[in-house]
Structure formats: C-alpha cells, structure tokens
C-alpha cells in the first residue's frame, strides 16, 4: 500500500524567512499526484499547491513552491517570507493515478516566530 | 455557494449509541469521502464514492457504514458508537478523484463516552 511520510511533527521559522517542510512517499506506480494541505487553527482544510508526477517543472503558488523529485519519491513544500498566518498544520498527500483514494501523512505543525 | 457542509459540528455519543454524520455538496462533484482526524495519526480515509450508487472503503473502514442515494448527499453511520471512534471528522468532494483538490467540510467533533 502506498505510504506518506512527513518526518517533522513540528517545526518552528521566524517570521520573514524560508521554512521547507519535507515529504516522502512510497509507490511503484508512475502516474500519481501529489498535494501538500494546510489546515489553520480554524480546522478548515485549504489545498496549498498540487503536482502531477508526469510534469518535471516544480508547482509554485506565489511564496509556495515544491521541490520534486521523482526518483527520490520526495515532495518538500518551501515557504518563503513566512507569515504569521502561515502557522498551521500541513499536511502531505498522496493519490495515483488509477486509483480513487487520497493518502494523507501524519502532519507537520508549523509555528510561525514573530 | 455552501460548497461542502458537514453537521453537526460537535456531537457526544454514548458507547452503543449509533448516529448519521451528515454531508452535503452542491458542486454537483462526482467524489466524497470521508477522513478522521487524530493526534498524530493524521487523515485517514474511511469510506469514499466516485458516484451515486458506489462506494467503497478506504483505510479504516470498520464500524462506518455509508451510502450514496444522491450526487449531492454521502452521510457517514456509526452503528454502534465507541470510545475509539471518538475523532473529528471531515468529509470532501472534489469534480473527480484524478487531479481535482478536495474540497472539505469544516469537519465535525465527535466524543463517544
């Protein structure tokens, strides 16, 4: 069964900095995608930022970007000039492409410094 | 537009106890699931449905029952409510279950005492 794995529990970045939130995932297939979720104290779930394994070019969405690397099965979520409201859990997930279900890691919770 | 909505929002059960944890999507998505959310445990994916009339299970399936009568409803039953179930849960829809985002409800507590 695929696997995500997201190795910090929590991390903590001062305001204005760079933070990269690592994932890895487990998988034989070629055709999958990846999301990285944000979930603010507030519960809601907000998608951050998608790839699709077939693309080479690394997913930005303004200061989030990914940094994908296939062979290594790792999918890192970068994060520049933090924010205060970027405090939230993140969440790493997983989906191949044949297949109907969405496989989430366990989370990382990110303290923002000011 | 509602997008996803989930009620209730909090709920306490007594062990034995059974309930319906509504869901409801007006995007007109083909995709629902349902997830649990715990300390340290992250998501995971109880029951999900790519259609009216189909369901499946995901990763803990077991003491969830679920159904899709309609593209716009998915609830979610315990039969038999116990401590272990005790969680906050969410439900989410997306167009199709390739590439689209999932989109949540606001999840419901639940306690089982």
């Known amino acids: 069964a695929q696997t995500v794995t997201q190795s910090q529990p929590e991390m903590s970045v001062q305001e204005a900095e760079t933070v990269t939130l690592s994932c890895t995932y487990d998988?034989?297939?070629?055709?999958?995608?990846l999301f990285w979720y944000k979930q603010p104290p507030s519960r809601q779930m907000i998608l951050v930022i998608r790839?699709?394994?077939?693309?080479?070019q690394n997913a930005t969405e303004n200061r989030f970007s990914v940094n994908f690397q296939k062979a290594a099965k790792s999918f890192s979520l970068k994060i520049s000039d933090s924010q205060l409201g970027d405090a939230a859990m993140y969440f790493c997930?997983?989906?191949?492409?044949?297949?109907?279900?969405?496989?989430f890691g366990k989370g990382t919770r990110l303290h923002i410094l000011p | 537009n509602a997008g996803v909505t989930q009620t209730p929002k909090f709920q306490v059960l007594k062990t034995g106890q059974s309930m319906t944890l509504q869901c409801a999507q007006d995007?007109?998505?083909?995709?629902m699931s349902w997830y649990r959310q715990d300390p340290g445990m992250g998501l995971r994916l109880i029951h999900y449905?790519?259609?009216?009339?189909?369901?499946d299970q995901g990763e803990v399936p077991n003491g969830y029952n679920v159904s899709r009568s309609t593209t716009e409803d998915f609830p979610l039953r315990l039969l038999s409510a116990a401590p272990s179930q005790t969680s906050v849960y969410f439900c989410?829809?997306?167009?199709?279950?390739?590439?689209?985002?999932?989109?949540f409800g606001n999840g419901t507590r639940l306690t089982v005492t």
């Open positions: 997930a997983y989906k191949e492409g044949r297949d109907d279900k969405i496989i």
């Open positions: 989410a829809s997306s167009y199709s279950p390739y590439n689209s985002p999932l989109h």
């Open positions: 790839q699709e394994a077939y693309k080479q």
């Open positions: 995007m007109n998505h083909e995709y």
């Open positions: 449905s790519v259609g009216a009339g189909i369901t």
């Open positions: 998988t034989s297939e070629s055709d999958y995608y």
